[in-house]
Structure formats: C-alpha cells, structure tokens
C-alpha cells in the first residue's frame, strides 16, 4: 500500500513540472520543432487581417485601396476581388515562418538559460535580453518572406507565386530590395520581442504564479503581451511597410527611399503624425489572437513533444 501511494506521488510530481521554465525541461530540438509550429500557426490564422494592415499603412494608394475601417476593407477586397485576395502571399509566411520561428524560439531560450533568465523570481531584464536575440536572428531569415508577401498582399498585386514575385523583385530592385528594411525590421521588432516576451512573463506570473500546466493562462498572457507590444510598435511597423512595398509604389519619391528616416519623413510630410498610427487597429486585433495562439501552440508543441518522446 505505501509503495502504491509512493508511485502515485510520483507520477503527480512528473506531471507538476514547471512548465513555465522551458529550457531546462526542454532539448533544443523540442524549442525549435516547437517553435516552428508556434510561428506557422501565429501567422497563417490571422493572416487576412495583416493583409488588411498592409493595405492600410500603404502611403498614397489608389482610390480603390482606400478603406475607412477593417469591416469595409474585407467587404470590398472580398466583393471586388474576391476572398482569395486576403490569403494571397500567404505561402511566403508558412515557407518562411516556420524555420524562421524555430530559430527564434531556440535563440530565447538558449540565450535566457545564459543569462540567468530560469532563476526564480521575475526576470524582466533577461527575458528582455533573450527576446531581442532572438529577433536578430529570426529577422535575418524572416524578412525575405516578409518582403514578398508585402508585395502580393497590396492592391493590384500581379503576382502568382512566390517565387515569381521573388524573381520580379530581384529582377528590378536587386537582392538589396530584400533587406532594405532589415534595420526598420529590427529598430521595431526588438522592442516589440523586447516588450511582448517580458510583457508574457509578467502577465504569467499574475495567471499562473505556480507555474504548473495551464494552457488557458498561457493564452491569456500571450494575448495581453501582443496587444501591448503591437501597440507601441505601430509607427515603426508603417516605416517597415513602406520600405518593403516602396517597389509597387506609383510615387518616384517612395520608389527611391532607401532610409528609416527618409520614410519616417515622407510619413509626416503626406499624412501627418496620424499617420504613423495607420493600420493600428487591424495590428491590435491581429496580433492578439496571434500571440496567443502562437503561445499556446508553443507551449502545447513543447508538451506533446516532451510526453511523446518521455523528455523529463
């Protein structure tokens, strides 16, 4: 009877792991197989909505591209061309998500482990330092792909692939065209990593301060640092889109922009400081639902992956 009793405690005390402090439970294969299911699933789900944020941070659009909120952006894109429109360019985001994010993931929790971010108590600072790491070198695979989908998702895009789209690009803008907003990318994304993973463990630690498996808390708090972070980020967000659709643009001036400030200039010049907020409500409303699904995904990916494979 003792050794019954003994052998239950046990297994409940395998199953209370700390599921929040993921490197030291985890390998680096779980962290990035992980991390690449995370990264497919945060940016296929809401993928029309960043179509739609796209379209609204674009300076000087058509006529037919102007749209006065996220409601009358899906009607008309759906009406006039069709729903297949808020999905085109999807492709570039799996092909490069998925690598990219598994990166990502690997670099935080290997950088965290380093920098004593796995201590107890709440270590803002090293979770900050791990999440800005690991942007550097998600960016430097991510922003090809992000340039391509950038240019099939505005309006009156004619490309049919991925790599027609990518064939065109180099063709008339060169290989620089690809990472022409690379220093944007990272001017924003750093703070946004910086602010959503420290946000994640902060907003953890509120929901779920024993640390023990809790899909729900883990949603939750993914969701608030998402919302957070996209918040403080949109000025920089409609300087990268700028950059990376400057190519499809009708205005000499944006075709010839080659700097953050240069953009940031043009920005103010034609739309005022108001503009550097545009595309901020389809940002919010995407990245909520994005950050905590990839999250939970992640979360969830570490977990079956440790179950399946009895990873203590």
Request: glycine share 8%; charged share 20%; hydrophobic share 40%.
């Amino acid at each position: 009877m003792a050794a019954h009793q003994s052998s239950q405690a046990a297994i409940i005390e395998d199953d209370e792991v700390d599921y929040e402090s993921l490197s030291p439970n985890s390998s680096m294969t779980a962290n990035m197989l992980a991390g690449a299911f995370a990264g497919i699933m945060e940016h296929t789900v809401m993928y029309p909505i960043d179509a739609i944020k796209t379209r609204m941070q674009v300076v000087n659009p058509s006529p037919a591209a102007v749209y006065t909120g996220v409601t009358n952006a899906v009607a008309r894109i759906s009406s006039v061309e069709g729903v297949r429109a808020l999905w085109r360019g999807m492709t570039s985001v799996v092909m490069g998500a998925g690598p990219a994010h598994a990166v990502h993931f690997a670099t935080y929790e290997f950088v965290k482990e380093s920098v004593g971010g796995n201590e107890s108590g709440h270590r803002i600072f090293e979770t900050a330092v791990a999440g800005g790491c690991a942007t550097i070198a998600n960016d430097a695979l991510m922003n090809p792909f992000d340039v391509i989908k950038q240019r099939m998702q505005m309006h009156g895009s004619t490309y049919k692939s991925v790599p027609e789209a990518a064939r065109a690009i180099h063709k008339a803008e060169g290989f620089r065209a690809f990472y022409i907003s690379y220093p944007t990318t990272l001017t924003m994304n750093i703070p946004f990593t910086a602010i959503q993973f420290s946000a994640y463990e902060s907003f953890s630690q509120m929901l779920n301060p024993t640390k023990k498996y809790d899909p729900l808390s883990h949603v939750i708090a993914g969701g608030l640092a998402g919302a957070t972070a996209a918040a403080l980020t949109t000025p920089l967000d409609v300087i990268k889109t700028l950059l990376q659709t400057r190519g499809s643009s009708q205005d000499e001036r944006i075709r010839k922009c080659s700097s953050m400030k240069e953009a940031a200039k043009i920005i103010y010049e034609t739309q005022g400081s108001w503009g550097f907020l545009r595309g901020l409500r389809p940002r919010i409303i995407s990245s909520v639902p994005a950050t905590a699904i990839c999250w939970g995904s992640y979360e969830a990916g570490k977990e079956i992956y440790k179950r399946t494979t009895g990873e203590a």
